[in-house]
């Protein structure tokens, strides 16, 4: 993984916190101090905190683990969906589906429904039915693919999730919290870290600010995926393929019957 520098956190805005009012108090261990009536958020607490998330979402991705990165922020929702998809992570980016965690067989099953949705229409099925039907049809599945776009080939409930905002995202939160699931977060200093695993004391407003964290993290994630590749392809070698001529010599070695000696005749 690439290092992380406090330039590059403080070019990337990520020292800003909230307003001194609007503060929770078990940030407090992540404000270095207050300028002008807003928290400042200490670096060098940002930086541990990403390289440990880096490191833990590094080790998911080289053991084949299921990540679920959720931002349904304005701001975040490209950040998160252009980074997830390039390193093939699930996301959720409209909106949480409630029971996403907790009632994940009922979810799997709406999940299910807009793949053989999607399926029936790129094959042309929908065409025997009347037009009205077929518009129909084409807007539920609208419906469902905004929401499930990200997790469309989910099959199993993810082993970890990482939240942007957890104030917002705390539907999400209390779920993974429930399944008992790793949490990893941006942690801003209007709220609370208790419930985190991996906080990231970070600006979870600013686009910079989100951009770097996510990138890092789905770098990570990618690295860690490319590890397990390579690992699985080493451990496994093939077996050398014999030459031709070789292998049908002992064919024929194989096929030849032992001749029994005669013995010699006894003279009288």
């Given at each position: 993984m690439k290092d992380v520098s406090l330039k590059d956190l403080l070019e990337a805005g990520c020292h800003f916190g909230h307003k001194v009012e609007r503060w929770h108090p078990k940030a407090a261990e992540f404000i270095f101090?207050?300028?002008?009536g807003i928290h400042i958020i200490d670096l060098v607490k940002t930086r541990d905190g990403l390289k440990?998330?880096?490191?833990?979402?590094?080790?998911?991705?080289?053991?084949?683990?299921?990540?679920?990165?959720?931002?349904?922020?304005?701001?975040s929702k490209g950040i998160v969906s252009d980074a997830a998809k390039r390193a093939v992570v699930f996301y959720l980016t409209n909106r949480w589906i409630g029971g996403f965690l907790t009632n994940w067989e009922e979810v799997?099953?709406?999940i299910d429904k807009a793949n053989r949705m999607r399926k029936e229409l790129d094959g042309g099925i929908w065409k025997k039915f009347?037009?009205?039907?077929?518009v129909k049809l084409e807007k539920d599945l609208r419906k469902l693919e905004s929401v499930y776009t990200g997790v469309k080939e989910?099959?199993?409930?993810?082993?970890?999730?990482?939240?942007?905002?957890?104030?917002?995202?705390?539907?999400?939160?209390?779920?993974?919290?429930?399944?008992?699931?790793?949490?990893?977060?941006?942690?801003?200093?209007?709220?609370?870290?208790n419930n985190v695993d991996y906080p990231i004391p970070a600006n979870d407003d600013a686009v910079g600010s989100i951009q770097f964290i996510v990138n890092y993290l789905?770098?990570?994630?990618?690295?860690?995926?490319?590890?397990?590749?390579?690992?699985?392809?080493?451990?496994?070698?093939?077996?050398?393929?014999?030459p031709k001529k070789t292998e049908e010599k002992?064919?024929?070695?194989?096929?030849?019957?032992?001749?029994?000696?005669?013995?010699?005749?006894?003279?009288?």
């Open positions: 101090g207050e300028r002008e440990n998330a880096g490191e833990y979402l590094k080790n998911l991705g080289q053991t084949g683990k299921v990540v679920l990165f959720v931002a349904t922020k304005r701001q799997k099953k709406n009347p037009k009205h039907e077929q989910l099959t199993r409930v993810p082993e970890a999730i990482f939240i942007i905002d957890i104030k917002r995202e705390i539907s999400s939160l209390r779920e993974a919290v429930k399944c008992k699931i790793p949490i990893v977060a941006i942690i801003d200093t209007n709220t609370n870290p789905a770098d990570a994630y990618l690295e860690g995926k490319k590890l397990g590749e390579k690992k699985e392809d080493t451990s496994e070698p093939k077996e050398k393929e014999l002992i064919e024929a070695k194989k096929e030849e019957k032992p001749q029994k000696k005669s013995k010699p005749k006894k003279l009288k």
